[in-house]
């Protein structure tokens, strides 16, 4: 693919309902990696994949958030009981391989999500 | 707490006029450094990278910037603006041993003809 896509690029949901969020990385990137940015600041790092395994989820909110990775390529963010304060732009990267071998990281167009 | 410093939230210049947007981070460690820039309605994107040697680094659209390791500073340049320019700038930092991105709070520039 030419890109990081994301979809949904939009999505509404009433406060408790569950909402996934899904990342289509560069094909042949082994890293990706999830970032939540609120209005008005940086990105937030969530969590990191290489492959399918977690290695670092140290940025995730809360237990209501879940990220998965199950075949190494297309990763989904789930959020559940979502509440106001979620709202934010949800952002995914990947990358051919760590930062430590000199690669960068492609960042994806994001998904807002408005909770009402 | 580790973090990323910019100190600059919006700044307006007029096309031609030099830039320089600063960065400094809290990192006591060995840190990789990155510049992005995110264009109205497009995605982040790279603008320039530092892993090591030469501290003076230069990226794409004539930007350029110098990592000054005493100052824990990361400081991006631009001779001459253009109106192109104008976007939303982000300085972010990663330990060596992680491949997680901290981002500063972002700075916003316009420029006018």
């Known amino acids: 693919g030419a890109g990081v896509s994301q979809s949904p690029r939009y999505k509404v949901a009433k406060r408790g309902q569950d909402v996934a969020l899904r990342c289509d990385p560069i094909s042949g990137h082994v890293s990706l990696f999830w970032y939540q940015q609120a209005l008005g600041q940086g990105p937030e790092f969530l969590t990191y994949?290489?492959?399918?395994?977690?290695?670092?989820k140290s940025g995730l909110p809360s237990d209501r958030f879940f990220a998965e990775r199950p075949e190494g390529s297309v990763s989904t963010l789930k959020i559940q009981r979502t509440q106001q304060e979620d709202s934010a732009v949800y952002l995914c990267?990947?990358?051919?391989?760590?930062?430590?071998?000199?690669?960068?990281?492609?960042f994806g167009p994001g998904t807002r999500l408005t909770v009402l | 707490a580790q973090s990323v410093s910019q100190h600059n939230h919006h700044v307006i210049l007029s096309e031609a006029a030099s830039l320089e947007l600063g960065c400094n981070y809290s990192?006591?460690?060995?840190?990789?450094l990155f510049w992005y820039v995110q264009y109205p309605g497009q995605h982040l994107q790279l603008l320039l990278k530092y892993f090591s040697g030469d501290p003076l680094v230069k990226g794409i659209k004539g930007f350029e910037a110098e990592f000054i390791k005493s100052k824990f500073s990361f400081n991006l340049r631009k001779p001459s603006v253009q109106w192109s320019d104008t976007a939303e700038y982000f300085c972010?930092?990663?330990?060596?041993?992680?491949?997680?991105?901290?981002f500063g709070t972002g700075t916003r520039l316009q420029v006018f003809p």
């Open positions: 972010a930092v990663a330990l060596r041993s992680t491949d997680k991105l901290i």
């Open positions: 990267a990947s990358s051919l391989g760590p930062l430590s071998s000199y690669n960068e990281q492609f």
């Open positions: 990192y006591g460690g060995t840190v990789n």
């Open positions: 994949f290489q492959n399918e395994a977690q290695l670092d």
